[in-house]
């Protein structure tokens, strides 16, 4: 699994990231930036190719518990959007995990209208407290997005699992220089 961590994580988990050419993404790519929303820290995890993401609370994680955390909490929101047990295993492996700069502008654009979006909601819900797990996702989950031709990362996530790859990646199980037409 490739981690792309912004400068935020790597300093708050002190990973040093190593220095991976920017390819196709990745069904196995998930980009990881630090939110803060209330005073209170946030882990924003969004799949490189799909854009669907999932937030995570970031107090008191060190470097050794961010995978297993990840895990966890990407298979309840995997879950949590209905999708099976055969389609989390196309998207969250065992290992071994590889913890790179985030180099996909385009992704990190969209993580952080995720944030603006979390926050303004947060704001308007009046609190933190008022939103639940699926609400915090469904901000961005539910929200099209023009980097995925207009359409809701859930939506997207579907349809790549179904077609066996996105249009912006490597296809699933296949080698890594190859790009789907």
């Known amino acids: 699994m490739i981690f792309r961590l912004t400068q935020k994580v790597s300093n708050k988990l002190r990973i040093p990231c190593e220095e991976l050419a920017q390819s196709s ?12 929303a ?30 297993p955390m990840f895990r966890r909490r990407a298979t309840d929101a995997l879950r949590d959007y209905a999708f099976s047990d055969d389609d989390v295993a196309k998207l969250i492996d065992d290992g071994p995990d590889v913890f790179a700069r985030s180099v996909d502008r385009g992704v990190v654009g969209s993580m952080a209208d995720y944030a603006k979006m979390f926050r303004h ?11 639940g797990p699926r609400s915090m996702n469904n901000i961005a989950n539910e929200c099209p997005m023009s980097r995925i031709g207009m359409e809701s990362p859930a939506r997207y996530l579907r349809q790549v699992l179904r077609a066996g790859g996105p249009h912006n990646a490597r296809p699933l199980g296949g080698p890594p220089g190859r790009v789907n037409d």
């Open 25 to 36: 993404a990745s069904i196995l790519e998930w980009y990881c930036n630090l939110v803060v």
């Open 38 to 67: 209330q005073r209170r820290q946030f882990f924003l995890f969004t799949q490189a190719a799909t854009l669907f993401s999932f937030w995570a609370s970031a107090a008191g994680y060190s470097r050794g518990e961010f995978s």
């Open 121 to 131: 909601a947060v704001d308007h819900e009046g609190g933190l407290e008022r939103l």
